[in-house]
C-alpha cells in the first residue's frame, strides 16, 4: 500500500476519488451501494492506488495511529454524535500526521434581493437537521471539535461561493426538492408551503439578477 513518498490515506465519505492519485488511499462509507459506486468511478479513472471498505465512522475497524491524513467532507455534520467519529479519525493518524474535515454550515446562506421564501428555505434546512439530532451548523463550530477530542486548535479556511448564473446555482432549489418530502413527514411544513418554496427557489435560480449564497463551507486541520 506504500507509494514512493510513503503516504496513506484514510477518505471517510468514499466518493470524490479522482483527486487522491498520487497517494495510496483507503476510503470508507457506510453504504455498500456507495462504496460498489467509488469503485467504479476509481476503475473508470484508471486509480489504482485506491481501495475501499464498508465500514461506519465510529468504529472504521482500520489498524490505528497507520495513516498520514485521516479526511472527511460532509460527513461529521450528518451524524448525531460528530465528536466521536472525529476522534475515531484522531485515533487512526499516526504522531506528525493530521487530521482534515470540511463541514457545511447551512445556516449561513444569502439571497439577494431578500425572498420570505428563499429565508424559509434556510430556516426549514436547519429545522430538520436539529429535528433529526444532526448538526447542519456544524461548520461554524468545527474548531472546537478539534479541541473536544483533544487535537491542537486547528488550521481554518472558508469557502462562501457567490453566484448569479449557472447550474450551481440550482443546487439550492434542487436540494430542497429532494429533502422537501421528509419536512412533510417530520411535521415542519405543509406540502404546499414546500412546493411553493421549491418553485421559487428554482424560478430565482433561472433570474440572473438575484445573488445567491450557497452555504457555508468550512475547512479545519490539524496535526496530531
Same mark, same amino acid.
Given at each position: 500500500?506504500?507509494?514512493?513518498?510513503?503516504? *496513506? #490515506?484514510?477518505?471517510?465519505?468514499?466518493? %470524490?476519488?479522482?483527486?487522491?492519485?498520487?497517494?495510496?488511499?483507503?476510503?470508507?462509507?457506510?453504504?455498500?451501494?456507495?462504496?460498489?459506486?467509488?469503485?467504479?468511478?476509481?476503475?473508470?479513472?484508471?486509480?489504482?492506488?485506491?481501495?475501499?471498505?464498508?465500514a461506519g465512522a465510529y468504529q472504521p475497524g482500520l489498524p490505528p495511529a497507520?495513516?498520514?491524513?485521516? *479526511?472527511?467532507?460532509?460527513?461529521?455534520?450528518?451524524?448525531?454524535?460528530?465528536?466521536?467519529?472525529?476522534?475515531? =479519525?484522531?485515533?487512526?493518524?499516526?504522531? $506528525?500526521?493530521?487530521?482534515?474535515?470540511?463541514? =457545511? %454550515?447551512?445556516?449561513?446562506?444569502?439571497?439577494?434581493?431578500?425572498?420570505?421564501?428563499?429565508?424559509?428555505?434556510?430556516?426549514?434546512?436547519?429545522?430538520?437537521?436539529?429535528?433529526?439530532?444532526?448538526?447542519?451548523?456544524?461548520?461554524?463550530?468545527?474548531?472546537?471539535?478539534?479541541?473536544?477530542? $483533544?487535537?491542537?486548535?486547528?488550521?481554518?479556511?472558508?469557502?462562501?461561493?457567490?453566484?448569479?448564473?449557472?447550474?450551481?446555482?440550482?443546487?439550492?432549489? =434542487?436540494?430542497?426538492v429532494e429533502f422537501a418530502p421528509a419536512l412533510v413527514q417530520e411535521g415542519?411544513?405543509?406540502?404546499?408551503?414546500?412546493?411553493?418554496?421549491?418553485?421559487?427557489?428554482?424560478?430565482?435560480?433561472?433570474?440572473?439578477?438575484?445573488?445567491?449564497?450557497?452555504?457555508?463551507? #468550512?475547512q479545519a486541520w490539524a496535526v496530531r
Amino acid at each position: 500500500m506504500r507509494n514512493d513518498s510513503g503516504h *496513506y #490515506v484514510l477518505a471517510t465519505g468514499a466518493r %470524490d476519488v479522482e483527486r487522491l492519485r498520487l497517494l495510496q488511499v483507503v476510503g470508507i462509507d457506510k453504504s455498500p451501494e456507495q462504496v460498489e459506486q467509488a469503485r467504479r468511478q476509481a476503475e473508470a479513472l484508471g486509480l489504482t492506488n485506491v481501495r475501499f471498505a464498508v465500514a461506519g465512522a465510529y468504529q472504521p475497524g482500520l489498524p490505528p495511529a497507520s495513516f498520514d491524513l485521516a *479526511y472527511c467532507r460532509l460527513v461529521l455534520m450528518h451524524l448525531a454524535r460528530p465528536a466521536e467519529a472525529l476522534a475515531a =479519525m484522531h485515533d487512526l493518524v499516526r504522531p $506528525g500526521g493530521r487530521v482534515a474535515c470540511e463541514e =457545511m %454550515d447551512l445556516g449561513h446562506a444569502v439571497c439577494d434581493p431578500p425572498s420570505t421564501r428563499m429565508d424559509r428555505l434556510f430556516e426549514l434546512n436547519v429545522a430538520l437537521g436539529e429535528r433529526r439530532g444532526v448538526h447542519f451548523r456544524l461548520g461554524r463550530s468545527l474548531h472546537r471539535l478539534f479541541h473536544d477530542v $483533544g487535537l491542537p486548535p486547528p488550521e481554518l479556511s472558508a469557502s462562501f461561493p457567490l453566484v448569479l448564473r449557472g447550474e450551481t446555482k440550482r443546487l439550492l432549489g =434542487m436540494s430542497f426538492v429532494e429533502f422537501a418530502p421528509a419536512l412533510v413527514q417530520e411535521g415542519l411544513a405543509p406540502q404546499d408551503e414546500v412546493d411553493a418554496i421549491a418553485a421559487e427557489s428554482l424560478r430565482l435560480a433561472d433570474d440572473d439578477t438575484t445573488l445567491f449564497g450557497l452555504p457555508l463551507i #468550512v475547512q479545519a486541520w490539524a496535526v496530531r
